[in-house]
């Protein structure tokens, strides 16, 4: 009775695989029942046997393989499914909130240019405000290099020494960007230049400056004190 229930189990487990192998073949005839079904006396197996070789097959069948691609099928279809709705919820939230973020963006880069904006202002501003003060400094240097005559060496080396700074003042101008405005022998302008009087000349035409009192400057658009001149009556 017990050969019985370990040949049945046997073949219960083979098949419900779909396949005997070797070693199940080995098994069933090496079971009591089958020599008594048989009738011939069972004989050691001389069959060798390569598990290996069996399974590395049962993976390179092509039920397997078929098996396999309907599982990656069916997994694609299920991702496909996914991207759909990930898609309709996407959509549906662009067209509920879609202008929405449009508003903000644009708020966002308008609030950030007009900030920008005020920073160059701000910037700007204070730039003619400290050049304003300085503008003195320059005005004193200049008066005092037009009256001043050096005598001596010692004269000589004090005054090269005060346009030594003098120069230094007017390098960190150019570095921000402030310069002199243009006079004599230009057009007159009423933005950059303010008439003192009108005088003949004979080396200029009418409306060109003539001759400069009081330098101008500017920095970049932005106007610090015109220049004081005399216009070709």
Same mark, same amino acid.
């Given at each position: 009775?017990?050969?019985i229930k370990l040949f049945i189990a046997?073949?219960?487990?083979?098949?419900?695989?779909?396949?005997?192998?070797?070693?199940?073949?080995?098994?069933?005839?090496?079971?009591?029942?089958?020599?008594?079904?048989?009738?011939?006396?069972?004989?050691?197996?001389?069959?060798?046997?390569?598990?290996?070789?069996?399974?590395?097959?049962?993976?390179?069948?092509?039920?397997?393989?078929?098996?396999? +691609?309907? %599982?990656?099928?069916?997994? @694609?279809?299920?991702? *496909?499914?996914?991207?759909?709705?990930? =898609? !309709? #919820?996407?959509?549906?939230?662009?067209?509920?909130?879609?202008?929405?973020?449009?508003?903000?963006?644009?708020?966002?880069?308008?609030?950030?240019?007009?900030?920008?904006?005020?920073?160059?202002?701000?910037?700007?501003?204070?730039? +003619?405000? %400290?050049?304003?003060?300085? @503008?003195?400094?320059? *005005?004193?240097?200049?008066?005092?290099? =037009? !009256? #001043?005559?050096?005598?001596?060496?010692?004269q000589e080396g004090i005054v090269s020494?005060?346009?030594?700074?003098?120069?230094?003042?007017?390098?960190?101008?150019?570095?921000?960007?402030?310069?002199?405005?243009?006079?004599?022998?230009?057009?007159?302008?009423?933005?950059?230049?303010?008439?003192?009087?009108?005088?003949?000349?004979?080396?200029?035409?009418?409306?060109?400056?003539?001759?400069?009192?009081?330098?101008?400057?500017?920095?970049?658009?932005?106007?610090?004190?015109?220049?004081?001149?005399?216009?070709?009556?």
């Amino acid at each position: 009775m017990a050969a019985i229930k370990l040949f049945i189990a046997t073949l219960c487990i083979t098949f419900s695989n779909g396949f005997i192998t070797a070693p199940t073949r080995h098994a069933l005839r090496q079971s009591p029942l089958y020599e008594e079904s048989s009738g011939e006396t069972a004989e050691p197996s001389t069959e060798p046997t390569n598990n290996g070789g069996e399974e590395s097959d049962i993976l390179n069948s092509a039920a397997f393989l078929q098996r396999k +691609v309907e %599982v990656l099928q069916g997994d @694609l279809k299920k991702l *496909d499914e996914s991207m759909e709705e990930v =898609n !309709a #919820v996407y959509e549906a939230n662009k067209a509920e909130w879609g202008e929405k973020f449009d508003k903000l963006n644009d708020e966002s880069r308008l609030m950030q240019e007009r900030f920008s904006k005020q920073s160059v202002d701000t910037t700007a501003e204070a730039t +003619v405000d %400290v050049i304003k003060q300085m @503008l003195n400094v320059i *005005d004193t240097y200049e008066r005092a290099f =037009n !009256a #001043v005559e050096p005598s001596t060496s010692e004269q000589e080396g004090i005054v090269s020494e005060y346009k030594d700074t003098y120069d230094k003042i007017l390098s960190c101008f150019a570095e921000l960007n402030v310069t002199k405005i243009e006079t004599v022998g230009s057009e007159f302008d009423y933005e950059l230049h303010q008439a003192m009087m009108q005088m003949p000349s004979e080396d200029h035409e009418e409306g060109i400056v003539c001759q400069e009192f009081a330098p101008g400057w500017i920095c970049g658009d932005r106007l610090i004190r015109p220049a004081m001149v005399a216009v070709a009556a």
